[in-house]
């Protein structure tokens, strides 16, 4: 998939956990997790937007296209 999710790599640097940011959010841990691994088909604005905020990140943080 040539867009790259880089939740993993922002969690780290907040020093948050998955289950943390997921309560702040307000999604289950299943779809986080489903997030961060890729293997979402999409993302709703106002799930990106919340990550956002509780991560003090903008979306170019988290997201990245490559090239196939």
Request: glycine content about 4%.
């Amino acid at each position: 998939m040539p867009i790259i999710i880089n939740l993993d790599v922002m969690l780290a640097k907040r020093k948050m956990k998955s289950k943390e940011l997921a309560e702040i959010v307000g999604i289950t841990t299943a779809n986080l997790s489903i997030l961060k691994s890729g293997k979402a088909k999409a993302v709703r604005f106002s799930t990106l937007e919340a990550i956002c905020k509780a991560l003090d990140c903008q979306p170019g943080d988290l997201l990245e296209f490559t090239e196939d």
